[in-house]
Every structure is written in C-alpha cells, then in structure tokens.
C-alpha cells in the first residue's frame, strides 16, 4: 500500500502576542491496490496518538530551520479513534480528468449588462406605456440593413427559431476548447449577433441537450424520479468533511498550529516548509515550501497571478471582477427570450395586430461578485493540481503559492453607520461525533465561501462540465449560518404550507459520523443596503 501525508505550512502572523504563527496543515493519501479499510494503513489508522508521540515537527525558510514549539495539546486520539474508526473505507482517488470534456460557462456580466440595458431601452421609449415593438431599439438591428422602413416590414419573414438555434449551436457547442469559443465570441462585430451568442451561452447552460429525452404525447404515470446516490463512506471524504471547521481539524490532529520563539525572524521569509520525521524516518512525508511574504503584521501566502494580493481578491481590479446589482442567471433567460421573440412581434405588429414589446421585469437579489472566464482559471487550476499530484506521487516537494492552497475566502462588508469592517462568516458551532459525544459546543468561529464549483448533468457519461462565474452572493444575511426559523414546506398529505420540523437522523444513517450546527453570532452581522 502507498500511503503518504503532504504537510504544508501556512503562514499566519509576525505579531508576538499572536497566539501562533503558522500552522501545519496534514493532508493524508492513501492509495490501495484495492479497496480496502483504515486498518490496513500503519501510518494513519492511529494518526493522532503517532502525531503526539512518534512524530518530530520542525519549521524551515530559506535561511534553515526556525525554533519553534507546537501546540498538540488540542488533539484528542480518542476523537480520532471515534470519527475514523479502523472499519472506515479507503479507496484510491485521483484528479478528475476534465480537460478531454467539453466545458460551458458564460460571461456573467455581459448577460447582466445586456438584461439591464434592454430594460433601460425600453423604459427610454416610454416610461409609462408599453413600448410598440416598431418602436424598440433592438428592432433596427432586428431589420438588418434595410433603411426604407416600409420595405423593410414587407421583406421581415417570420422568424424561425429552431434555425436560429441550430446556428447559435454551431458556435457555442461547436466541440472547440472554451477560450477558442469565447476568443469567437469576443471578435464578433455585429453587436446584435453578440448578443444572442452571449445569451444562447446562458440558455444552454441550463438547457441541456443530453438532459432532453424523447418528446412523449402524454407523461408517463409511472415515472419517478431518480434516486441520488448516497455519499461514499469514505476515508479521504471524511477528511474533506472536516474541512470547514479549524477547530475540530485541530483536535483531529489534521491541523497543528506552531508557535516560533522569536516572530521577527519570519519577516524574511520568502518561503516556509515543515519537516516530519519518524524516528529519524522522513519517506511518509512530503513537505512543499509555502511562498510567502510579510505584510503588516500578517504572514501571507505569496500569489504566482494576479488575482491575489497580501491575502485578499482583488476584487476592485474591474477587468476580472465585477459586481452585479441584478440576478444575472434569471435576467439573461429573460432577456434571451424577449430578443428571440421580437422578431415574431415585429411580424404580429405588420399585421396590425395588438402586440407590445415591454422587456420582462427584473429582480434584484442583493449583489453578486463573479469573476470573468472563471472556467478557463478552473482549467488551469486542474491542470496545475495535476502536476501536484504528480510531483508528490513521486515524492517530490514543489514550492507552492496562494493559488494552490486557498481553500476559499471570507466576505467582509464596510458599514458607514457604525465605521468598521464586518465579516459575513462570524458564527457559532456546535460538533459531535458518534460514539465520542460533543466535541464543542456553540463556538465562535468563521466559516468560509469555496466560490465558483464546477458541475455536471447527472446520469450522463462524460456530459460537459458546467462552471459558473458567481464568486458569492449577499442578500443581506450570514454566508456561513442558517436563517433563525424553519423552512416553509406543502410537501405534506394535505399540501398546504406549513413549517417544516427538522429531520432527525439515525447515527447508523450518517454518511460520516459527524453532526455540526450553526447560528449566526449575534451582533456580527450589518445591514444590506443599496448604493
């Protein structure tokens, strides 16, 4: 069996009354020839109780070694022993191979721009009436190159959506690679055809081709809907659920802070590493070499692009990211729909029917932070998580930057009422573990938003991979906690609404035997406000 644990040591801060300055991040790898069970690993079937008593932690830069002392006294091996009993499942797992797939994605921002201005021509026709379809802006692009109107209402022939479809099609699924498809798109000099290709990127990634079965007359009565597969119970999956919450990483001993005797050292750091040895024996370990940099009192990660800068995005760089008053997904399908009907209101109004052209109402959820051609920075990010793999697979150590490691990133808003920064992520968590009881209980701490996630239509074999560019989205309320109350439910007998109680599970039920709660930490949170 191959098995070994990448360490990374993440910077954290400079400042002496820091309660640590960095800390030593544990991911295990486990690769059986077969699937096969936690009790068949030497180095993790008892990792906790092997991290406290067999295992030396030292810190190094660029300059040697950095006398430091780890803080064990969180981890718990009966915690461990609960949560990753020797019964528990191991399987291999690799990086998914995605770059072969055919990818969908669209600009979030044009559709978004492209809604609003629509609406906003339609209201500078006539602020208070319903506009005649004539009388819209888009119907001169609609009518081509004809400057004489009336003949240009003889010649309009009826629009034949199916073709104009098939047409969209021919770019935007042509089977090319996204950033050929989107470099298309972007040198497209009709503005009008632009827009319907920007458009038809937003229709398909929702109305998918392979999600389509056959048209049927009548519905079939004894269609039911398929079941989702039930999560794996599985060893590195068990890993990653913990992932959210620092403090039950750091009692399962997959997370050790580390505290350095003299913090100035660190502000010359250009890089940090960990060394693991077990008695003398440092094989089971790969250990990167963090970049970093100081800034301030802070030790952070070092960027290899553009989009990070001293630990935050760079969200104010508008050639990246935007920010979006209107709910883009929804306001692009409406608009998608109002350009491709137009051509047939133009033929309605020809014959002196009863017609208008009033864009569909929009809906403003809060504010949306997407960041452009996100798809083409997950393909990269794969590609690069790729020569990782490989690098630690043969028992390399790469150095590694911000992009590598950030697992995601918190949200803070400015409030002007009461002049201070607050974060969207404060909250109070509650852990237990089946068969060790509660681990802690309404603990402050900060959750996170993973961003953009990548998806694909379910039941279809190699159907295209599906990546939003939605960073996060506020409506005013926590990122990180429920709303206080219960959901509203009419999936009852009677299918009225009605509150919804909670759904107790069985322990034997749970995929991983791990319960967590949240609440939003009083007072955290400011108000959603426009402008």
Request: with cysteine; aromatic share 6%; charged share 30%.
């Amino acid at each position: 069996m191959n098995e070994f644990c990448i360490v990374c040591a993440l910077p954290h801060s400079l400042a002496a009354n820091a309660p640590f300055h960095a800390s030593l991040f544990f991911a295990p790898t486990i690769r059986p020839p077969a699937p096969t069970t936690l009790s068949a690993s030497e180095l993790f079937v008892e990792w906790a109780q092997t991290l406290t008593t067999d295992l030396e932690l030292q810190l190094f830069d660029q300059d040697g070694e950095i006398e430091c002392e780890p803080l064990l006294e969180p981890v718990d091996p009966e915690l461990w022993r609960a949560y990753f009993p020797p019964d528990t499942p191991v399987a291999s797992f690799m990086v998914p191979r995605w770059e072969q797939r055919k990818w969908r994605s669209f600009d979030a921002r044009q559709v978004h721009d492209i809604a609003r201005n629509l609406h906003m021509a339609t209201i500078y026709v006539d602020p208070t009436r319903k506009p005649k379809p004539r009388a819209h802006p888009l119907a001169d692009l609609m009518l081509g190159g004809f400057r004489d109107v009336e003949r240009a209402k003889l010649l309009l022939p009826m629009p034949d959506e199916k073709r104009l479809t098939a047409q969209l099609d021919d770019v935007v699924e042509s089977g090319q690679p996204l950033a050929s498809i989107l470099d298309r798109i972007a040198s497209e000099r009709d503005p009008l055809r632009r827009m319907q290709l920007e458009l038809h990127r937003c229709r398909r990634f929702y109305e998918r081709p392979e999600s389509q079965d056959e048209y049927r007359d009548r519905p079939n009565p004894k269609a039911k809907v398929p079941e989702v597969a039930p999560a794996r119970r599985e060893f590195h999956e068990r890993c990653a659920a913990a992932g959210d919450h620092g403090e039950l990483l750091r009692r399962l001993g997959l997370v050790v802070d580390v505290r350095v005797t003299n913090p100035r050292r660190l502000r010359r750091s250009q890089w940090l590493a960990a060394r693991i040895s077990r008695d003398g024996d440092r094989s089971a370990f790969r250990c990167p070499k963090q970049r970093c940099h100081a800034a301030g009192d802070a030790l952070v990660t070092t960027p290899s692009g553009a989009d990070w800068a001293d630990g935050a995005l760079r969200i104010g760089d508008a050639q990246r990211f935007s920010v979006l008053a209107l709910d883009a997904d929804g306001s692009a399908l409406k608009a998608e729909r109002f350009v491709s009907t137009l051509p047939r209101l133009l033929r309605v109004e020809q014959h002196a029917d009863t017609v208008d052209a009033a864009t569909p109402a929009l809906r403003s959820p809060g504010f949306t932070v997407t960041s452009t051609r996100q798809a083409l920075t997950i393909q990269e990010s794969l590609q690069r998580q790729r020569t990782l793999e490989a690098a630690f697979d043969n028992a390399g150590e790469p150095e590694l930057f911000t992009e590598d490691v950030a697992r995601g990133f918190r949200v803070e808003v400015w409030d002007d009422h009461t002049r201070r920064w607050a974060s969207l992520h404060h909250r109070l968590a509650s852990a237990s573990v089946t068969g060790f009881g509660d681990v802690y209980t309404d603990l402050p701490e900060q959750g996170f938003s993973q961003g953009v996630s990548t998806h694909e239509t379910p039941g279809v074999k190699n159907s295209p991979i599906h990546a939003h560019e939605a960073l996060f989205g506020w409506e005013g309320w926590s990122l990180s906690a429920p709303r206080p109350g219960k959901p509203i439910s009419n999936l009852g007998e009677d299918r009225e609404e009605a509150p919804q109680e909670a759904v107790d599970v069985d322990d034997d039920d749970l995929v991983h035997p791990l319960r967590i709660t949240t609440q939003s930490a009083r007072g955290t949170l400011p108000r959603l406000r426009s402008g």
